[in-house]
Nanobody
Framework: QVQLVESGGGLVQAGGSLRLSCAAS????????MAWYRQAPGKEREFVAT????????YFADSVKDRFAISRDNTRNTVYLQMNSLKPEDTAIYYC??????????WGQGTQVTVSS
């Protein structure tokens, strides 16, 4: 049974930082590309960042480029999202997902990030 468990969310002031973690189990983690998506209240889920299985390729949404970083540790089956210079518009539930070739088949339950102004 595949499980993706996010952690690290919380309440932070604008300009602050958070690091999200996503621990994976039940799959061969190093075989999967990993990504973060987010969903704000009343909005559709949107792409945030992705990292390839080897960490060689990373892509970011324009809205978070230069503020967020994604990394992974294949020895710990964990992917991270470092979020800096947070803005109120970054407030959302952040989801971790695993997949390949742009198709994400496994999803976590999400972690809430709230940025106050």
């Amino acid at each position: 049974q595949v499980q993706l468990v996010e952690s690290g969310g919380g309440l932070v002031q604008a300009g602050g930082s958070l690091r999200l973690s996503c621990a994976a189990s039940g799959l061969t983690f190093s075989n999967y590309d990993m990504a973060w998506y987010r969903q704000a209240p009343g909005k559709e889920r949107e792409f945030v960042a992705t990292i390839s299985w080897s960490s060689r390729s990373k892509y970011f949404a324009d809205s978070v480029k230069d503020r967020f970083a994604i990394s992974r540790d294949n020895t710990r089956n964990t992917v991270y999202l470092q979020m800096n210079s947070l803005k109120p518009e970054d407030t959302a539930i952040y989801y971790c997902t695993a997949g390949s070739s742009g198709v994400y088949e496994y999803w976590g339950q999400g972690t809430q990030v709230t940025v106050s102004s």
